[in-house]
């Protein structure tokens, strides 16, 4: 069965015209770059989901969000965007502590359950806008390659279908000119290798386009996870640096 399916592919390919043939080409180009986007951007995500996995074990371990920072001298591996988020609040959170006399290392031998130095509400803001803007930064960060592989999965079937029309208009109209129907036979070789293109097409967008909506599933979770770590980091430093104000409507 493979020899034969070969021979076809073979003998569609050399009875192609050179535009035809140089469109295969391309496609057979295009199904290796995409194949190195799909596990480049599958082990990309598996990396970040791993190192912001230890990243977030290692913040809940201490008792203050900003030991974490201290004992690190705000210094974290590059690629992490639960890290990269954290750095970036935490520097913002120290320079507002600063301004009351409080020093990174007063964070050190902080215990579980006390309540530190009460910040205002427009600091707060200024954490979360702070928070929200590396937030995106790393969004970006987590989807990117993701619009070329969208690219290269809509590309293919459409140059695969440019290739195929254009093999049939050339067959057809050699057929027209030789002013007769039984040129039928003599075109038929390469209208087959005219739908050789189409056929290459599909035969990258098909399973392309299941590994994008399943790299797509992959960033999405990922994404969410950032997320959800860049709320607890806002919320823990609220619960333990802003007072309520008693009686306020």
């Not at 290798?193 to 992959?218: C, E, M, Q, R, S």
């Not at 950032?226 to 806002?234: H, K, Q, R």
């Amino acid at each position: 069965m493979q020899p034969i399916l070969a021979n076809l592919i073979f003998d569609a390919y050399r009875t192609s015209s050179f535009i035809n043939q140089v469109i295969v080409l391309l496609l057979v180009a295009l199904s290796i770059y995409t194949l190195w986007l799909i596990v480049g951007k599958l082990s990309d995500i598996k990396i970040i989901d791993r190192l912001n996995t230890k990243f977030s074990r290692q913040y809940r371990g201490r008792a203050h969000p900003s030991q974490l920072f201290v004992e690190a001298q705000g210094k974290f591996a590059p690629g992490i965007p639960m890290a990269s988020i954290y750095s970036e609040v935490m520097k913002e959170f120290m320079s507002i502590m600063r301004k009351r006399g409080i020093q990174e290392t007063d964070f050190v031998s902080w215990q579980p359950g006390a309540m530190g130095t009460a910040i205002s509400e427009t600091e707060m803001a200024s954490l979360r806008a702070v928070a929200e803007g590396n937030l995106s930064e790393q969004i970006l960060f987590i989807e990117s390659k993701m619009s070329v592989l969208a690219t290269c999965v809509t590309t293919a079937p459409s140059l695969g279908l440019f290739g195929t029309v254009y093999g049939v208009m050339e067959s057809f109209m050699a057929m027209a000119q030789s002013g007769s129907a039984l040129m039928v036979k003599a075109v038929a070789p390469g209208i087959s290798g005219a739908l050789l293109t189409t056929v290459a097409g599909l035969a990258i967008a098909i399973p392309a386009g299941l590994f994008y909506n399943h790299i797509g599933d992959k960033v999405r979770s990922t994404t969410v996870k950032v997320e959800n770590f860049t709320d607890e980091l806002v919320s823990d430093i609220a619960r333990l640096h802003v007072i309520p104000t008693e009686g306020k409507v």
